[in-house]
């Protein structure tokens, strides 16, 4: 089980990786932050955006919703969900 910081549209926020879902959760200046549980079986693909320069790319797509975060361990975040979702 991994926590990852991650930044969505701006924002900072945690992915948390799971043995069955993913727990997103963006953080907020007033009130609660917003957090969202995703199933890892409804995960249709996730993409690693090497970049030269900056912090690395991830896009988790889920149906027809694309999240894409900008993640500093994103090749250890990859490989963790991609043993979470084909057991490899």
Do not use: C, F
């Not at 249709?44 to 361990?73: A, F, N, P």
């Amino acid at each position: 089980m991994g926590i990852y910081q991650v930044r969505e549209d701006g924002k900072n926020g945690t992915v948390e990786v799971q043995d069955d879902r993913i727990i997103r959760t963006r953080k907020k200046l007033v009130g609660k932050d917003d957090v969202q549980t995703i199933p890892l079986k409804s995960v249709s693909g996730v993409h690693h955006d090497r970049k030269t320069l900056g912090t690395d790319q991830v896009r988790l797509d889920v149906g027809s919703i694309s999240y894409e975060w900008k993640v500093s361990q994103a090749e250890a975040m990859v490989a963790e969900l991609h043993q979470k979702m084909y057991g490899v």
